[in-house]
């Protein structure tokens, strides 16, 4: 996750604020969480471009989506990057049930 750290002074006091900025992939987390288990990863080779948190714009050559059991697409579940879909769910990406 990201932490963009700024100071606010007010007066003589100086608080520090800390802000998580939007991290699509724990989003994913939080909704696989609570998805039953059964869910699989299939990687589609179709150009895809995201914004990374600097506000640029990367271009991939493929992308990922996540679908439920029922083989149903799960809503925000489409993502670029497999290997930080699995530093957020704390698993090496060799676990990840890849299709």
């Known amino acids: 996750m990201f932490f963009d750290i700024s100071i606010l002074s007010i007066g003589r006091t100086k608080a520090i604020i800390k802000r998580m900025a939007f991290n699509h992939y724990a989003k994913i987390k939080r909704i696989l969480d609570v998805e039953p288990e059964g869910w699989i990863i299939q990687k589609i080779n179709k150009p895809t471009q995201a914004k990374n948190f600097k506000g640029e714009t990367i271009i991939f050559d493929h ?14 579940c489409k993502f670029q990057q497999i290997d930080l879909l699995a530093s957020v769910l704390h698993l090496p990406v060799e676990a990840l049930p890849i299709i």
């Open 63 to 76: 992308y990922y989506r996540i679908y439920d059991s029922n083989l149903d697409p799960i809503k925000y």
